[in-house]
């Protein structure tokens, strides 16, 4: 057996139940994870043996490449898979790949293990792929096995979310394999008659890490333990003669496994002068391809060879992948890249940008267009628009800095002067867009209106009605409705039977008629989303999503905002559209808040917390109010930050939350300081400009300052409140299924029993701040018996952590990932993440690395 194999009988074990069971009929997910080194690909390379007669075994690999190849892994399954999933994959469509995908692993007759190794590396298709499988995988005969490197799957890496699903199936194996113990070293050691003494030394040089001990024992001489694996492979590759490291060097440069027709071409003498490299341990050889042992080996060829020669070599591996029928464009771009083709990069590109947008894998996409223009070339103005007009839409889709998404779309009007007036107005129209979400109202307003200027006389009736539909949208947002309705209306007119055009163009008529409590609001938004899905529109369909969830939550329809939450995320994450999928988890962390599930509030709206202007006011908002209601520290400070943003925006939608979110901070706070001024400004605003919603809830601030206003008979349970009618406002919040809102009514009544119904909703939702102002009150009415409210332990602990975070903040300070800490507690990955979110935020720790330092100044270091 192999080193790498050693102390690995449980695991397999597991996976050989994985494989009867997928012959079974019953698929199942079997996640191999690990530190470089650790022997990952040495156990997948076990499952042969394990295969009945019947059924197949497939391994797609992913590779260390510049920018990953679209759908990589899947494509070296060509001419092993059937025709249709092939000519799929050829093509590069993302949803043709994904049904071809449940037709070739869903026969019943053919059972299969499908292997994706090094999912770290793996591209967005490759990804949803990847979601696709996982979420069917209890009704297919598969065994979907991934491998990967736990250190390179941070939060906030592509793979958590496939890891995240996985993790919620039932049918799902981790794998963490574990450093040889020094047991096991010294057992090693025993068969390479190493001294006892001589095996602990190892062990210690290496910790147990399988890879490391076999270069020891690959050196032959443990008293002159390598310093590096470098000094390993050097020391073997030295001993090669001059054509045979000739070709190690060659094969070196190629970040994956070099099929056998393709070393012909790369040295045509190459087979029988790897003998050497193969027994010296550097190199593996099949009959249908040669790779290195380890990708840790590779790399150190490659760092020990000069430039010139690296350049040399990824040119001859560039013309010989140029030579094939069919080419690789990622391959290609990556080779030429570290050769230095520039012509090469910025044809093929180009190529890879499209075939990654087919692919829906945005970030790809958005990698090679950002090559291609780095590269030294003169263009003609046209083109170089296109591309930094294509970059700024992918920098869009993915979420990039909204500086550098800025910058992209303002060089490509800059080139656009002059030019032809329909891609003029289009620019424009998508500046006004991205200056909108900039948190910049008047370049947005500016370059709307130039826009219609420009495409009004150009004769393009579909870009025409897409600019006054942008243009009923932010007068939808400034409330003036009768502007927003018209422009909404040519829209429509206009663009009928374009998809894009009519969805959102309903979209920016729906927000006004909520605006003015028009009845067929809904019905428009729910149009607006069907036509975007069935046109298969991502950003028309997620905006829709996200304006039709946060209206539901503002009209009490929880259940309603749920349900269209969890489709939305699960449509955002499937499309790749990541600026939309921040403001959807957003949108669910208000149905958290609303819903009193105030723990679960921060680890969904803290990616948008990080995004831009827009996003970041709307994070903070609701990140602000829970940690208010929950008596977390900063949340004045969060509040005031998001009501800056809103003021500069001058739009109601954001200052009327962010000023009744900051009231309610400072009363829950006891801070003095007054913010009537600010309310009253607010107030008069939403009057005019914002939902009645919105008015409500200021009208009850105000009242609470001090400063009562007539509201002119408002129906929302906010004004029943200002008005008195406690009772009517609690009845309409707990039929609604508002926690906090119902115990916050409650408070209001003059009967003790009514505060302690409210203080034990308080104290169930862990609304610590308004539930000690109740109890204080019950104190002055007399009554004796007051429940304590949470756990001893919760309450004894400085930062408010309770039982379960103080667990998940000791393994954080041993250096634990979340992935270790959900299989050391027994749970599910988002869960670990949002306990993981909840402890940096009572901690006020930035970082993980933060949390031993803090943790000791609140005396908090974990015993034993």
């Not at 050989?16 to 022997?39: D, F, Q």
């Not at 749970?827 to 940096?840: M, P």
């Not at 031993?852 to 100044?857: G, K, L, T, Y």
Request: net charge neutral; charged share 25%; glycine share 8%.
């Amino acid at each position: 057996m192999s080193v790498a194999m050693v102390e690995r009988d449980d695991e397999c074990l597991a996976l050989g139940s994985a494989v009867r069971e997928a012959w079974a009929g019953s698929g199942s997910v079997v996640l191999v994870h690990g530190e470089a080194g650790i022997g990952k690909s040495s156990l997948v390379r076990t499952i042969p043996d394990l295969l009945p007669s019947r059924g197949r075994l497939l391994v797609g690999y992913c590779d260390d490449l510049a920018t990953p190849r679209v759908f990589g892994p899947l494509r070296d399954l060509a001419g092993r898979v059937g025709a249709p999933l092939t000519r799929a994959l050829r093509r590069g469509d993302r949803d043709e790949v994904l049904q071809a995908l449940r037709d070739e692993f869903g026969w019943a007759s053919n059972p299969t293990v499908l292997v994706i190794e090094d999912a770290h590396w793996a591209d967005e298709g490759t990804l949803d792929a990847l979601r696709y499988l996982v979420r069917r995988i209890a009704g297919l005969p598969l065994a979907l096995v991934l491998t990967y490197r736990d250190v390179e799957v941070e939060t906030g890496h592509p793979l958590r979310h496939v890891l995240g699903l996985a993790a919620g199936q039932e049918r799902t194996r981790r794998l963490h394999l574990a450093p040889l113990s020094r047991e096991a070293v010294r057992a090693l050691g025993a068969r390479a008659r190493w001294s006892r003494t001589d095996a602990d030394e190892v062990f210690a040089v290496t910790a147990g890490n399988p890879y490391f001990v076999t270069e020891i024992l690959a050196a032959g001489d443990v008293s002159a333990v390598p310093v590096t694996i470098a000094d390993s492979v050097r020391a073997r590759t030295a001993r090669l003669g001059p054509a045979a490291l000739d070709v190690v060097e060659q094969l070196a440069v190629v970040p994956a496994a070099v099929p056998l027709p393709l070393l012909e071409t790369l040295a045509p003498a190459g087979l029988p002068l790897l003998e050497g490299a193969e027994r010296r341990g550097l190199l593996t050889v099949t009959p249908s391809h040669v790779t290195f042992r380890h990708e840790l080996t590779r790399r150190a060829v490659v760092d020990s060879m000069p430039a010139t020669r690296r350049v040399v070599a990824n040119r001859v591996v560039l013309a010989a992948l140029l030579a094939q029928p069919e080419v690789e464009v990622s391959r290609v771009v990556h080779h030429a890249v570290q050769a230095g083709d520039t012509d090469t990069i910025v044809h093929y590109g180009q190529i890879a940008a499209r075939e990654a947008v087919a692919a829906g894998a945005h970030r790809e996409a958005a990698a090679h267009l950002r090559l291609v223009l780095t590269q030294p070339r003169q263009w003609d103005a046209g083109t170089e628009a296109d591309l930094w007009e294509a970059l700024a839409v992918e920098d869009y889709v993915i979420g990039a800095a909204i500086d550098e998404t800025l910058a992209a779309i303002r060089r490509a009007l800059a080139l656009r002067r002059g030019a032809d007036p329909r891609s003029r107005g289009q620019t424009l129209r998508w500046l006004s867009r991205l200056c909108w979400w900039a948190g910049d109202p008047d370049g947005a307003n500016a370059a709307a209106d130039e826009a219609i200027a420009v495409l009004g006389p150009a004769g393009d009736d579909d870009l025409l009605a897409m600019a006054f539909s942008n243009r009923a949208q932010l007068q939808t947002l400034a409330g003036r409705d009768a502007d927003a309705i018209s422009a909404a209306g040519r829209a429509i007119a206009l663009g009928r039977d374009n998809p894009a055009v009519l969805s959102h163009a309903l979209n920016s008529l729906a927000n006004t008629l909520f605006r003015m409590e028009h009845p067929d609001a809904f019905a428009r938004m729910r149009e607006s989303l069907r036509v975007a899905l069935d046109a298969d529109e991502p950003e028309n369909a997620c905006r829709a999503y996200l304006n039709l969830i946060e209206h539901e939550v503002v009209q009490l329809r929880l259940d309603d905002a749920r349900a269209h939450a969890a489709e939305a995320i699960g449509y955002a994450e499937r499309v790749e559209f990541t600026t939309y999928l921040w403001s959807l988890r957003a949108a669910l962390a208000k149905v958290h808040l609303a819903a009193g599930d105030l723990a679960l509030v921060e680890p969904e709206a803290a990616s948008e917390s990080h995004g831009w202007p827009i996003s970041r006011c709307n994070a903070l908002i609701v990140i602000g109010r829970a940690r208010a209601r929950r008596g977390d520290a900063g949340a004045v400070d969060l509040l005031r930050e998001a009501r800056d943003i809103a003021l500069r925006m001058r739009e109601s939608q954001w200052i009327a939350p962010a000023t009744t979110a900051l009231a309610e901070a400072l009363a829950l706070d006891g801070d003095p300081t007054s913010v009537e001024a600010e309310m009253v400004e607010a107030y008069e605003q939403a009057r005019q400009f914002g939902v009645l919603a919105r008015q409500a809830e200021l009208v009850y601030w105000l009242r609470r300052y001090g400063r009562p206003v007539r509201h002119h008979g408002l129906r929302h349970p906010y004004a029943l409140l200002a008005d008195g009618r406690w009772r009517e406002a609690a009845d309409v919040w707990h039929a609604a299924g508002f926690r906090y809102e119902y115990a916050l009514a409650l408070s209001e009544s003059p009967d003790p029993a009514d505060h302690l119904v409210a203080l034990s909703t308080l104290d169930a939702i862990g609304a610590a701040p308004l539930a000690r102002q109740i109890r204080a009150r019950l104190k002055t009415l007399g009554v004796s018996r007051i429940p304590r409210g949470p756990a001893p332990r919760t309450r004894r602990n400085p930062a408010g952590l309770t039982g379960r975070q103080t667990q998940v903040m000791r393994l954080l300070i041993e250096g634990l990932t979340n992935a270790e800490i959900a299989d050391a507690l027994v749970l599910s990955i988002r869960t670990v993440d949002s306990h993981v979110a909840a402890v940096l935020g009572k901690l006020g720790s930035r970082t993980r690395r933060d949390v031993a330092a803090r943790a000791a100044d609140l005396g908090l270091t974990p015993g034993p």
